[in-house]
């Protein structure tokens, strides 16, 4: 039996809905102004764009931490306190010495909605930004501020895997979840970019020079 228009605009308002919803956040995140006029008015940008624009619907996990929020919320203030710190410090102290770098970061999940919210999460924080998303290999391009050495590098990269696996504790997949519980136990990661045949993972592109 086919559903009916009406269900049908239902189902895909819902489908829409936690696009729209983090969109609002997003905006409110940007302007740092979450007063209800600030946000009703994101909301109307987020409905407009939805509409004027394709956008793939969201699958979520079905799963959803909120101790874990609580937690993620804390520790993402405290992540965005520091840095604005080490930024100052870097461009009183350092200004043009120091060396960026721009390096590949493979995550373990292939979700859209997981790599968008490592994405904004990364880029929330001062002094480093996405510059590029490879959604077929699940792999974000970072610049990364004060980066001159291979194992600073590797700190960052680090880092951003660790974003990843903390946003997974709050709302990825319960075989995501299990996977990142049995890296604390010891397991080596696995990311989607070592998963899927053919791929060029950041190792390959790191001895080019380009990307590390």
């Known amino acids: 039996m086919s559903q009916s228009p009406r269900t049908k605009r239902r189902t ?5 809905l936690p696009l729209l919803i983090w969109l609002v956040l997003v905006w409110g995140s940007l302007w740092q102004d979450f007063s209800p006029g600030n946000l ?14 394709y956008l793939p619907p969201i699958e979520l996990s079905g799963r959803f931490n909120v101790l874990r929020a609580v937690t993620f919320m804390l520790w993402f203030i405290k992540q965005v306190t520091v840095a604005s710190f080490q930024v100052l410090y870097w ?5 043009p010495n120091i060396r960026n770098a721009v390096l590949a970061v493979p995550l373990r999940s292939p979700s859209d909605f997981m790599m968008t919210a490592v994405g904004h999460v990364l880029s929330l924080i001062p002094g480093s930004l996405v510059v ?11 610049h990364a501020m004060n980066a001159p050495t291979k194992a600073s590098v590797e700190k960052v990269r680090a880092d951003v895997q660790g974003f990843e696996a903390r946003l997974i504790r709050i ?8 996977a990142v519980k049995a890296e604390h136990a010891g397991a080596p990661m696995v990311t989607y970019a070592s998963t899927s045949a053919g791929r060029t993972g950041p190792a390959d592109t790191a001895a080019t020079g380009e990307v590390l």
């Not at 008015?41 to 004027?52: E, P, Q, R, W, Y």
């Not at 709302?171 to 299990?178: D, H, K, N, V, Y």
């Open 12 to 16: 895909s308002f819902l489908q829409k």
């Open 91 to 95: 461009s009183v102290v350092k200004g």
């Open 40 to 53: 009703l008015f994101g909301a109307l940008i987020a409905l407009a764009v939805s509409h004027a624009f």
């Open 171 to 178: 709302m990825g997949t319960r075989a995501e979840l299990a």
């Open 132 to 142: 590029e998303v490879d959604r077929g290999s699940a792999t974000l391009y970072v």
